[in-house]
């Protein structure tokens, strides 16, 4: 059997180093052949040095000319649609709206995306579902909530029709329990201690707000065409049960195994078949305890801001998206408090145009709006 050729879009972050530490634990099972980075060309030299892929996407022009100095015989190109044209599995790890190229070139060209970017199918569902009915186009989610429902999908052989309702697992965040009085005074510091995961900055804080948890309803119910009212959220902060779905006869079915983001993206390498590397694997003798508690909607607003804009569709998740990013950047800038995350993504909701996107440029221009809206709300 031929090595499975993998291009990977954001290779500098925590989902690209991952992947290749995936690559690296299956010797001959694949190939890189493209790698993608915004601008961090000192990580992407060292890794083209490595693996010789054919094509590296360098976003910055500066670092571009850097990185294709650097890299003799190796083409640098920079619009990070390139790396879907020689690869049969797409990794799009690239953080926030800038990944929607990734995820519609990947489609159209009718490859596997394995997506650990939510932004894009959450901003441009609309956009981006007919693209999935591409003859050879498939998602395979890299995210651990939606890759543990995907997995747990496998069990029925009715789909959704047999489904009751899809259960997102929620770790609670670094700040699960506290009051929002207690919450008014945190710094980026805290909001970036993550009891259970180790991310990027913005998913992290994302995760602080609850934020994180409503972009991936909306992506369940795009990935899985799920309604919301059947999409509920569930905190357990041991973050061992990574989603549940329940069926219609009442049973539920779970996908546990130890935090570990190396298990959904091997599984989202080799499907339909399961790899032989364990990064999961969970100690039995030492695990005492599952919790599980109802999130605490007043206090993390984000999560119903998120419903909200989900239930309201077209732009809205889009404007909710773009709203977010620019609130959150704010704050780890130290321009707002982190008590001021979800007002601000609130006031840019509330100026929402209610409009239907029907390509790829009204996304574009919803997301330009929103972000204009929330950086005049911060003034």
Not at 262 to 282: K, Q
Request: aromatic residues 6%.
């Amino acid at each position: 059997m031929s090595a499975v050729r993998v291009a990977i879009a954001g290779s500098s972050g925590s989902i690209g180093t991952q992947t290749l530490q995936v690559i690296d634990d299956a010797p001959g099972a694949f190939e890189i052949v493209a790698l993608g980075v915004g601008s961090s060309a000192d990580v992407v030299i060292e890794q083209a040095k490595r693996y010789r892929p054919e094509v590296v996407v360098v976003v910055d022009g500066v670092a571009r000319r850097e990185v294709a100095a650097a890299l003799p015989g190796i083409e640098v190109v920079g619009e990070l649609e390139h790396v879907a044209e020689v690869a049969d599995v797409v990794v799009n790890g690239v953080v926030g709206f800038a990944g929607l190229v990734v995820t519609t070139s990947t489609l159209a060209a009718g490859k596997r995306l394995a997506l650990a970017n939510k932004e894009s199918l959450i901003a441009a569902g609309p956009v981006v579902q007919p693209l999935r009915q591409t003859p050879g186009a498939e998602i395979v989610p890299v995210d651990s909530e939606h890759c543990a429902i995907h997995q747990c999908l496998r069990a029925t052989n009715g789909g959704i029709t047999e489904v009751s309702r899809l259960l997102l697992t929620a770790s609670g965040g670094p700040f699960r329990g506290k009051s929002a009085d207690e919450l008014r005074t945190v710094t980026v510091a805290e909001a970036l201690k993550h009891p259970t995961w180790s991310m990027g900055p913005k998913i992290t804080i994302d995760s602080s707000t609850l934020m994180n948890k409503g972009l991936e309803v909306i992506e369940a119910h795009e990935l899985f065409g799920v309604g919301y009212d059947a999409i509920d959220v569930v905190v357990h902060p041991q973050s061992i049960v990574h989603s549940m779905v329940e069926f219609n006869d009442g049973a539920v079915i779970a996908q546990l195994s130890m935090p570990d983001m190396r298990l959904p993206i091997a599984y989202a390498l080799e499907y339909p078949f399961r790899g032989v590397v364990s990064y999961g694997g969970i100690d039995w003798t030492t695990l005492s305890r599952l919790d599980f508690a109802t999130p605490d909607r007043a206090t993390f607003r984000c999560l119903d801001l998120a419903y909200a804009a989900g239930r309201v569709g077209g732009t809205a998740p889009a404007w909710l998206s773009a709203a977010n990013e620019v609130a959150v950047e704010a704050f780890l800038a130290g321009r707002i408090a982190w008590s001021d995350i979800a007002g601000v993504i609130d006031a840019a909701l509330q100026q929402h145009d209610g409009a239907t996107p029907t390509n790829v440029d009204d996304i574009l221009e919803a997301d330009a709006a929103a972000r204009r809206i929330a950086q005049g709300v911060l003034q």
